[in-house]
Structures are given as structure tokens and as C-alpha cells.
């Protein structure tokens, strides 16, 4: 596990700066090319971020799009751990990595591939991000390190998902 203190959401611990996380790659990945510092809601800012960046992608190639997905899966965990070790924080608000992960997940697994549906996927992913019904928030509150950062956000993910796909098993 990583080094990092397991401080509360509600302690207020200042982002690093740009110039700061542009000479790390794991803390430029992690703080989701800087997205994550914009305030208010950095959550919202990255996910709003990996839904631009995702999307290309996965319209000009879904096994792209997969490939990309599974390889920030398989390094997620280091990244967020990095960038959290870096600051002193766990899941400090301003790593995003892990809403990345969780948008394009969800965009993956879209019935349609629409502007409509891409709105109802960021809608869904971050009232599930948010609100964190059980397990999510239990994932949150207990698990610890890199892994703990990014498994409530790939949980969000698939909740969100599932919602998605069976409010179109009801339209169609």
C-alpha cells in the first residue's frame, strides 16, 4: 500500500500546481492533464475531460478504445497511487484519473453511440460518483491505496452502465 496518510475529504489540502505535476508523469496522468485542478468540482472537470479525449478515440476505433481502457485499468492503481503519495492525500478531489477510467468505461458500454446517450452516461456516472450507494461508498471509506482510488469510481462505472441499459431495454 502506498505511503500516503488516509486524511478526510472534509481536510482541505491545496492541489499541487500545473508547473508542479507537468515534470511527473504519473501526477500529469493522475490530475488528469491538469483538469483536476480546476475548481470548483475537479470530479466533474475530469470526467468531463476523459469524455472529450475518449471519445475520438472510440469513434474511429472501438478495439482502440478498448485497448486504451484496459491499459489505464492495468496502470490506474500506480498512477492514482503516485499522485496520492505526492500530495499526502488518499483520493485527494484533484486525482482524476480514476473518473477517466469510470467515463470510459461507461461510454464503452453504451447501448448507442449519440450525443444523447454520451450526456445520459455523464449525467449517470457522476450521480453514482457522487452519491455512492452501497458498495460503492464502502469501497470508498475502506479500501486503501491506488486500488481503493480507482475500484469505487469502475463500480460508479458499471452501476452506471446497467442504469443506462436498462432505461434503453424500457425506450426501445
Not at 468531463?48 to 478515440?57: D, E, N, S
Not at 500530495?87 to 477517466?100: A, L, P, Q, T, Y
Not at 455523464?122 to 452501497?134: E, G, N, S, T
Request: include cysteine; proline fraction near 6%.
Amino acid at each position: 500500500m502506498g505511503s500516503c496518510k488516509k486524511m478526510s475529504r472534509k481536510e482541505k489540502v491545496p492541489p499541487p500546481l500545473f508547473s508542479q505535476i507537468v515534470k511527473d508523469p504519473a501526477q500529469f496522468l493522475g490530475y488528469g492533464f491538469g483538469f483536476g485542478l480546476l475548481n470548483p468540482a475537479p470530479g466533474t472537470w475530469g470526467t468531463l475531460a476523459g469524455l472529450i479525449l475518449f471519445l475520438p478515440i472510440l469513434l474511429l476505433s472501438e478495439w482502440a478504445a478498448w485497448a486504451l481502457l484496459v491499459v489505464g485499468l492495468l496502470v490506474g492503481s500506480w498512477i492514482c497511487q503516485k499522485s496520492a503519495d505526492a500530495i499526502g492525500v488518499h483520493d485527494h478531489g484533484g486525482i482524476v484519473w480514476d473518473e477517466f477510467i469510470g467515463i470510459w468505461i461507461v461510454l464503452i458500454l453504451l447501448p448507442e453511440q449519440t450525443w444523447q446517450w454520451w450526456i445520459v452516461a455523464f449525467i449517470a456516472f457522476r450521480v453514482f460518483d457522487i452519491v455512492k450507494p452501497w458498495p460503492i461508498k464502502w469501497l470508498d471509506e475502506e479500501l486503501e491505496g491506488g486500488f481503493g482510488i480507482m475500484a469505487d469510481d469502475v463500480v460508479a462505472a458499471l452501476f452506471a452502465a446497467l442504469s443506462i441499459w436498462t432505461i434503453y431495454a424500457l425506450l426501445i
